[in-house]
């Protein structure tokens, strides 16, 4: 158990709909990064926040958006979702700092999101 | 630019073969960490090492083993005595520049199978 928690496991829902992925970091963790993995796509950055403030972005489409809140859980919004949009979206957590990474992600299990 | 690169896509050896993972990186910054991440069929992603760009030993950690060697911009995992609970996908992954944002950028994963 990594420490990190995301709701919901899986998720089915039709093209066009509007999803949210909530993570919950490990305890003490102010960073919290969201990551796509897809079939051909492998595992992709999206983004990071540190202590509410977005940190560094990847390539995380316009239709989606992220938010950290004053607790430090995050959520994932998903929106005019596509076929292409299924796959294992990953949470993490990590120590760092605002400057920097030097240390290792921890991972949520991921919610599977499948589009119809 | 960064980059991961594990040109093994797949790999399939017999119970207690040895085996090795390649990892190559690309990263014009001079201090930066590498990674490996393993993900089981479960799902989640699990930690298993990191090195900074500063250390260049080996490190054995039971079966598991690295070898970084920075003049060939490689970190090579190896599994000693493989066993069927070794049977995932393993991910290099490298963040680089301590003050510049701090996503970390995975490879497209090797997926290793251990025949019993």
């Known amino acids: 158990d990594s420490g990190v928690t995301q709701t919901p496991k899986h998720l089915i829902t039709a093209t066009g709909q509007r999803v949210t992925l909530r993570c919950s970091p490990r305890?003490?963790?102010?960073?919290v990064y969201w990551y796509q993995q897809s079939l051909d796509q492998g595992l992709q950055f999206l983004i990071q926040y540190y202590n509410g403030e977005e940190r560094a972005k990847g390539n995380i489409l316009e239709r989606f958006s992220a938010q950290q809140f004053p607790d430090l859980h995050s959520e994932l919004n998903l929106s005019s979702l596509e076929l292409g949009d299924s796959a294992l979206y990953f949470c993490?957590?990590?120590?760092?700092?605002?400057?920097?990474?030097?240390?290792?992600?921890?991972f949520g299990e991921g919610s599977r999101l499948t589009v119809l | 630019a960064q980059k991961v690169t594990q040109a093994q896509t797949e790999i399939s050896v017999v119970e207690k073969e040895d085996v090795t993972l390649d990892c190559v990186y690309e990263?014009?910054?001079?201090?930066?960490?590498l990674f490996w991440y393993k993900q089981p069929p479960s799902g989640e992603l699990v930690f298993l090492i990191r090195r900074n760009s500063f250390d260049e030993q080996n490190e054995i950690s039971g079966r598991y083993s690295w070898n970084f060697q920075k003049s060939t911009s490689s970190f090579n995992f190896t599994i000693t005595a493989s066993q069927v609970v070794d049977s995932a996908v393993y991910f290099c992954?490298?963040?680089?520049?301590?003050?510049?944002?701090?996503?970390?950028?995975f490879g497209s994963g090797t997926r290793l199978s251990i025949r019993p």
């Open positions: 990263t014009r910054d001079t201090t930066y960490y």
């Open positions: 305890s003490g963790d102010l960073s």
């Open positions: 993490a957590s990590s120590v760092a700092t605002w400057e920097g990474n030097t240390g290792e992600l921890f």
């Open positions: 992954a490298l963040s680089a520049g301590y003050s510049s944002a701090s996503k970390i950028i």
